[in-house]
């Protein structure tokens, strides 16, 4: 039987390595303690809630939230195939950090910018994972058909890849970089095997500006200098 077979609208998320890490490692220890927080039962995992999102404004990491920029706008151009017409605003960071199996992130989005980023600061061994939900699974064809199971006989998915799975989930190494679309369903967890230390990371927003002279555009955030905040 002769088939074809044509795999469309997929969701790329993109990883990258950060020059200079261990620099740009002792230059955040440096600041660390400013946006340290006190671990709660609420506030365990990040410090977004906590009032100090903003760690790309220390002077002494602009190098690194520079290069982060440059990635996104590989991303978006190289990658993703969009005109080079975008400038890219870091508008929010914040610490992300596990220090216990339990400590992970539920599911949720990042509904107010167009691409989040994880830079991976310091990853000890058996760290927690960044995993994905495929909020869009067309190819299960009837509800629930692609659920996982722990017993074998009664999932119904034979082997499981890029065309059934419900969840995708990366691990990237200490001094790289993360990003995928804001609005792309995101968590974090432990995978199992012995963990110990801090999984520490960056976490940012950032939105896609168009260029001063980019005016032509029906859709997308024109240029700051034409605000007008009241």
């Known amino acids: 039987m002769t088939f074809e077979t044509f795999n469309i609208f997929p969701t790329t998320v993109y990883v990258g390595e950060v020059n200079e890490h261990q620099k740009?490692?002792?230059?955040?220890?440096?600041?660390?303690?400013?946006?340290?927080?006190?671990?709660?039962?609420a506030?365990?995992?990040?410090?977004?809630?906590?009032?100090?999102?903003?760690?790309?404004?220390?002077?002494?990491?602009?190098?690194?939230f520079a290069e982060i920029a440059s990635h996104a706008k590989k991303y978006t151009c190289e990658v993703l195939g969009y005109k080079d017409i975008f400038d890219y605003v870091i508008t929010k960071t914040w610490l992300s950090r596990a220090r216990r199996p339990d400590n992970q992130i539920r599911w949720h989005i990042h509904s107010t910018s167009h691409i989040s980023f994880v830079y991976y600061v310091n990853i000890p061994p058996n760290s927690h994972?960044?995993?994905?939900?495929?909020?869009?699974?067309?190819?299960?064809?009837?509800?629930a058909?692609?659920?996982?199971d722990n017993n074998p006989d009664r999932t119904m998915v034979e082997n499981y890849n890029e065309l059934n799975a419900e969840t995708f989930y990366i691990h990237p190494p200490e001094g790289y970089v993360a990003m995928f679309p804001s609005s792309l369903s995101h968590n974090t967890k432990f995978k199992g095997g012995e963990f110990k230390g801090e999984r520490l990371g960056i976490v940012g927003d950032m939105s896609l500006i168009l260029k001063e002279d980019q005016l032509q555009y029906s859709m997308g955030y024109i240029h700051e200098k034409y605000w007008k905040k009241y």
């Open 43 to 64: 506030d365990n995992t990040v410090s977004e809630n906590l009032g100090k999102p903003f760690i790309h404004l220390e002077s002494n990491l602009d190098p690194l």
């Open 145 to 148: 058909m692609n659920i996982e």
């Open 24 to 41: 740009h490692k002792e230059e955040f220890y440096k600041v660390y303690p400013k946006f340290d927080y006190e671990e709660t039962c």
């Open 129 to 143: 994972c960044l995993e994905f939900e495929n909020t869009c699974t067309k190819n299960d064809l009837f509800k």
